[in-house]
């Protein structure tokens, strides 16, 4: 048995040959990795400016974590909103929040532009607390965000909560008590620990699907602008003063921009031969986690929902944020083959650290106390679980890369701006890689931007 499978690239049905690369090629930008920060970002190049866009990918479109993710169109940063804003000050964390958040209307335009036909919901999701202390973080973080003049969404906490009157007062205006079973129907949940809800705006998709169609429609609409080799592995990016060169195989592709989408784990040398040693530091910025998901099936009789459940456990205090851990759940009408449709269940939850990125294999065996997890949490948790012990349909992995500072890296590199990154997954990722995309396409077009919290400058001082 393959060890594996997600929903998402069994849904994939690629009827595109595939073109490996076999010469030396000139072009403006090259886009190496295409997950969805690549596919993005030579959309946003295409679309906004006049330049050639070259789209090397080492595997096949969308079979790194854009294939293997949990699929939830989610706002969330890795890190609280609080610590942002204290790190980088209040405007500067609000931006950030401000322009990711604006991504949700980004994919709405290439829905249009492109007119896809990827099935995208989009509906209110809830995440679901255990314990007030946990939920104190969020008051705090809301706070702060009206301060900065930022949308806040509705809190409910259960009149019976304990705790509850360990809320400060200046919180009061943000959230409103409910009866507790008002707070277990948001959440679909039958485990009483669960006090509080915040809902927000959500969706689901296939990322795969969405980025393969798009790929689809860049192929099709900019012939001769817009080039993609799969299967075309990076082995070295050599940086001079005016131009870069990508080292595949035993050819050469020459670019006045190097854009690196590689998700962080990229096994290449960076040699910079215009300025100091990128390459040391390049390969420490991103650590790699191993999150596993599992999926069932069940009759389509529910709405789509995407949910996430704090537990009461609490963090260890010198912990990053990214590193609590919390499930998370989406329902979604999926097509199994054509014309087979159902409900689709996926959970997600349990990770690994890994030593290092280059010991992730793909294929590598599904960590089978992963589903066990999994399936006790939906036994345990959720209003509509299967009776008995439930047959998962999918189980996969993907590798997520975390960022020192818990945020992507969107930008130039300091010691040589021919080199630039739109990476670092941080386990949430598919609105802040759509922002990345654009900004990247910004910069290219040689727009003055305002620093953001994303530049490599900021993660690299966090690294040091
Ligand atoms: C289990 C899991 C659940 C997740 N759930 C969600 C979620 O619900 N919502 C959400 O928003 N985000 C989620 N994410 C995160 C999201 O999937 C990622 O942020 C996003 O897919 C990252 O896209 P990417 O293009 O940066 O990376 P990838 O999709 O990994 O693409 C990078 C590409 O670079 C290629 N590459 C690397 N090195 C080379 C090389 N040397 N030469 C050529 N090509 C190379 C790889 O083959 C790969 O295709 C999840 C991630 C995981 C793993």
Redesign the pocket.
């Known amino acids: 048995m393959h060890n594996n499978i997600s929903p998402w690239l069994h849904q994939l049905k690629v009827t595109r040959s595939i073109d490996r690369l076999d010469a030396d090629l000139k072009t403006d930008v090259a886009v190496?990795?295409?997950?969805?920060?690549?596919?993005?970002t030579a959309y946003f190049i295409l679309k906004n400016t006049n330049k050639q866009v070259l789209l090397?990918?080492?595997?096949?479109?969308?079979?790194?974590?854009?294939?293997?993710?949990?699929?939830?169109?989610?706002f969330?940063f890795e890190e609280e909103f609080s610590v942002l804003a204290e790190r980088y000050g209040l405007e500067k964390a609000a931006d950030a929040e401000r322009l990711v958040r604006g991504a949700w209307i980004l994919l709405e335009e290439i829905y249009q532009d492109a007119n896809l036909s990827t099935p995208m919901s989009s509906f209110m999701g809830y995440n679901g607390y255990a314990s007030i202390d946990r939920l104190m973080e969020e008051l705090r973080n809301n706070l702060l965000r009206v301060e900065a003049g930022l949308q806040v969404f509705p809190i409910y906490i259960a009149e019976d909560a304990p705790g509850l009157e360990n809320i400060p007062k200046e919180y009061a205006e943000l959230y409103s008590l409910v009866p507790h079973d008002d707070v277990l129907a948001l959440l679909e949940s039958k485990d009483r620990q669960y006090i509080a809800v915040i809902s927000e705006r959500k969706g689901?998709v296939n990322?795969a699907m969405l980025?393969e169609e798009i790929v689809g429609y860049l192929l099709s609409v900019y012939k001769g602008r817009f080039t993609l080799f799969e299967e075309?592995?990076?082995?070295e990016v050599i940086l001079e003063k005016e131009y870069g060169q990508i080292i595949?195989g035993k050819n050469i592709i020459t670019a006045d921009k190097v854009v690196?989408?590689?998700?962080?784990?990229?096994?290449?040398k960076i040699t910079n031969k215009a300025g100091s040693d990128i390459d040391v530091k390049f390969h420490h910025m991103v650590k790699g986690?191993?999150?596993?998901?599992a999926a069932y099936l069940e009759e389509m009789t529910h709405p789509p929902i995407?949910l996430q459940f704090h537990d009461s456990i609490e963090p260890e205090a010198d912990k990053p944020a990214y590193e609590k851990i919390y499930y998370?759940l989406?329902r979604r009408p999926f097509e199994i083959e054509k014309d087979e449709r159902h409900n689709l269940i996926c959970v997600?939850g349990p990770?690994t650290h890994l030593e290092s990125a280059d010991t992730y294999e793909s294929d590598g065996l599904y960590m089978e106390e992963a589903a066990e997890s999994i399936e006790n949490f939906i036994h345990r948790t959720h209003k509509g679980a299967p009776k008995g012990p439930i047959e998962f349909k999918y189980k996969?992995?993907?590798?997520?890369?975390y960022t020192p500072t818990g945020l992507?890296v969107v930008g130039e590199e300091p010691k040589n701006r021919v080199l630039m990154y739109?990476?670092?997954?941080?386990?949430?990722?598919?609105?802040?890689?759509i922002y990345g995309s654009l900004r990247i396409s910004q910069i290219v077009r040689g727009d003055t931007l305002e620093s953001s919290v994303f530049d490599p400058k900021d993660t690299y001082e966090a690294y040091d």
């Open positions: 190496v990795g295409a997950g969805i920060a690549g596919v993005m090397i990918e080492g595997g096949k479109v969308a079979h790194g974590a854009t294939g293997h993710n949990a699929g939830q169109i989610v969330e689901c990322a980025i075309s592995f990076v082995d595949s690196l989408c590689t998700n962080g784990f990229e096994n290449f986690d191993v999150g596993y998901m995407a998370y989406t997600g990770e996969w992995h993907g590798l997520m890369g992507r739109n990476i670092g997954c941080n386990g949430v990722g598919i609105l802040t890689s």
